[in-house]
């Protein structure tokens, strides 16, 4: 079964980094397409970075130029690298995966999996 699995969130102060990690467990994996989005209090649910299998990348306009997606495709793990950050990027920060696999029987399972979220807090 795949789980996704954020960690790397916490609380710092405005201009701090921080790097989100994003782990997917599973036999027999192929990652495609994954985002980043946050969930900011009493908003809605919005992309903040994505890349592709191939290594393209689109961002938000609000983090352009601070934050960073990248992915290590042996370790089955995407980054979201988040410098200079603003009390604004305050949010649960949940990746978002489409991924291959293959079950017991050899059979292929195409699916898209979410994780639990991880809180990332800026202060002024």
């Known amino acids: 079964q795949v789980q996704l699995v954020e960690s790397g969130g916490g609380l710092v102060q405005a201009g701090e980094s921080l790097r989100l990690s994003c782990v997917a467990s599973?036999?027999?994996?192929?990652?495609?397409?994954v985002g980043w989005y946050r969930r900011a209090p009493g908003k809605e649910r919005d992309l903040v970075a994505e890349?592709?299998?191939?290594?393209?990348?689109n961002y938000a306009d609000s983090v352009k130029g601070r934050f960073t997606i990248s992915r290590d495709n042996a370790k089955n793990t995407i980054y979201l690298q988040m410098n200079s950050l603003k009390p604004e990027d305050t949010a649960v920060y949940y990746c978002?995966?489409?991924?291959?696999?293959?079950?017991?029987?050899?059979?292929?399972?195409?699916?898209?999996?979410w994780g639990q979220g991880t809180q990332v807090t800026v202060s002024p």
């Open positions: 978002h995966a489409d991924i291959n696999s293959w079950d017991m029987y050899d059979t292929p399972v195409a699916g898209k999996y």
């Open positions: 599973g036999s027999r994996l192929r990652i495609n397409a």
């Open positions: 890349i592709t299998i191939d290594g393209t990348t």
